[in-house]
């Protein structure tokens, strides 16, 4: 499995004071979820589900724009993906998202996300090196 970089993680969590030192993509940890954007911390939208918090993790946001998404407090989302728990907290990266009628492919079975493979498509990078981040 693909490890996620320890820089990368590190300095999202740090916001909270928590630090993973590596994660692996763990399809069975994928679950569906429909709930509202609450707020925006970071990196992280918080996406309350039936009064519950979890820190969902999507795209970059040009990424978004490119597939004519936008993600606003409020909006009300539907999404598929890996949940991990920190402590107390849980987290979700996005596999796949649905807003406003529209569903978005956000990473592949293996975890790694599209816009990275899009980027490497683009500079006609032609081995897959990408990994889950």
Same mark, same amino acid.
């Given at each position: &499995? *693909?490890?996620?970089? #320890?820089?990368?993680?590190? $300095?999202?969590? =740090? &916001?909270?004071?928590? $630090?993973? $030192?590596?994660?692996?993509? +763990?399809?069975?940890?994928?679950?569906? @979820?429909?709930?509202?954007?609450?707020? /925006? *911390?970071? @990196?992280? @939208? #918080?996406? +309350?589900?039936?009064?519950?918090?979890?820190? =969902?993790?999507?795209?970059?946001? &040009?990424?978004?724009?490119?597939?004519? #998404?936008? =993600?606003?407090?409020?909006? /009300?989302?539907?999404? *598929?993906?890996? $949940?991990?728990?920190?402590? +107390?907290?849980?987290?979700?990266?996005?596999?796949?998202?649905?807003?406003?009628?529209? /569903?978005?492919?956000?990473?592949? +079975?293996?975890? #790694?996300?599209?816009?990275?493979?899009?980027?490497?498509?683009?500079?006609?990078?032609?081995?897959?090196?990408?990994?889950?981040?």
């Amino acid at each position: &499995m *693909k490890k996620i970089s #320890v820089f990368l993680f590190s $300095v999202v969590l =740090l &916001m909270a004071g928590k $630090v993973i $030192v590596s994660l692996d993509w +763990d399809p069975s940890a994928i679950r569906e @979820f429909e709930g509202r954007i609450t707020a /925006k *911390k970071g @990196f992280y @939208f #918080v996406l +309350d589900v039936n009064g519950k918090n979890y820190y =969902l993790q999507v795209a970059p946001p &040009m990424y978004l724009q490119r597939k004519g #998404v936008v =993600l606003d407090l409020g909006s /009300k989302i539907w999404v *598929k993906g890996m $949940v991990v728990r920190v402590n +107390d907290d849980h987290y979700i990266f996005a596999k796949e998202i649905k807003v406003s009628g529209k /569903k978005i492919l956000i990473r592949n +079975d293996e975890g #790694v996300p599209y816009w990275r493979i899009e980027r490497r498509r683009r500079r006609g990078v032609r081995n897959n090196r990408n990994s889950f981040r």
